[in-house]
């Protein structure tokens, strides 16, 4: 280690030391040997490191600093937790009977906190287990959908040519068909009822999106150096694709999932409203909002609650995937909440 004495740092001398001086370093084993006294000198002097973080570890604490992101996905945890431990939160049966409360209004000192149905079945833990199979449909329809609209999209970005013409054509023709018709359509001719058949049916319509996304974003890298040193190593196609540039997409395929859950919470909410989705016996929040819509006005309960549910879920779910988008877009110089 030198003996020399550090020289006070310079104004606008604050720039990491070149590949030359660092090479001196392994030589003199002092920064100040090389004549650059930057802070860097005093902490490698000093023998503190200087740890480099990820993009991955900068994101999350940008995402750390959304306040409203934040606060939104305690609340997505919260229902999420509530969902998986639907039956030891619900005080009854979804489909308990009680012909002694029947229509009865929510009270805070009885045992309906929701109030009761038409058959005098506990409200409130018909909407607790209504959120478990709305955001079992959602959270299914996010991962297929994603994992269908990634493949599409990086084979069309990736290879070009008449398999991007052919991938894009059939990407712009589902876009270009009615999505209400399709589900209807499809329901009548599949059947309906089953959570797991409602949630591929919306997974096979919402694909396209993240397909255009994943296109687009490849048709950008595949253009770049680190992809061409790849190709002239010897990678194949599959590894490229995998290793190399489906990582440097996961940014806006992230965000776009988070989306989707909101999209397909307010879809399944739609067509079981109207009848074509998840059927009685079993619980959700669309079909919950359907049942009591016909009496509304007298009974406002049965349609409140479930329809204050699907509103929190979808806002926080948004708000979530803002906060992801503004956590991952390294142009966004400020977070706005």
Not at 131 to 144: C, I, N
Not at 152 to 160: E, R
Not at 263 to 288: C, D, M
């Amino acid at each position: 280690m030198s003996d020399r004495s550090i020289q006070p740092q310079q104004p606008g001398s604050g720039l990491p030391p070149t590949p030359s001086a660092m090479g001196a370093i392994q030589h003199t084993g002092s920064l100040a040997d090389i004549g650059e006294p930057t802070e860097l000198a005093l902490s490698y002097e000093s023998g503190v490191e200087v740890e480099a973080r990820s993009q991955w570890s900068y994101a999350a604490r940008r995402f750390l600093r959304h306040r409203l992101a934040m606060v939104s996905l305690v609340v997505l945890l919260g229902f999420g937790g509530v969902a998986i431990f639907a039956g030891q939160v619900a005080p009854y049966a979804f489909d308990e009977l009680d012909f002694t409360h029947l229509n009865e209004a929510p009270t805070t000192s009885g045992k309906h906190f929701f109030g009761t149905d038409q058959l005098g079945r506990d409200y409130f833990s018909r909407v607790i287990f209504g959120v478990r199979t709305s955001l079992w449909v959602a959270l299914f329809v996010a991962l297929l959908s994603t994992a269908i609209g990634t493949a599409i999209g990086a084979l069309a970005g990736y290879f070009g040519g008449w398999i991007d013409n052919l991938l894009m054509r059939m990407t712009d023709l589902v876009l270009t068909i009615p999505g209400l018709a399709v589900l209807l359509v499809a329901a009548a001719f599949l059947g309906q009822g089953k959570p797991l058949r409602v949630a591929i049916i919306l997974a096979f319509l919402f694909w396209t999106t993240i397909a255009r996304i994943v296109r687009g974003v490849f048709l950008s890298l595949r253009e770049k150096e680190y992809i061409e040193a790849a190709k002239a190593s010897g990678s194949g196609d599959a590894r490229i694709i995998l290793r190399h540039m489906i990582p440097n997409t996961m940014g806006p395929i992230i965000v776009n999932a988070t989306l989707v859950v909101a999209a397909a919470i307010l879809t399944e909410a739609a067509i079981s409203f109207l009848g074509f989705g998840v059927q009685p016996p079993t619980p959700a929040l669309g079909k919950l909002v359907s049942d009591g819509a016909g009496d509304g006005l007298t009974y406002w309960w049965l349609v409140t609650f479930p329809g204050l549910v699907i509103v929190v879920i979808a806002l926080a779910v948004n708000f979530v995937g803002d906060g992801l988008r503004d956590a991952l877009d390294p142009t966004q110089k400020r977070i706005r909440a």
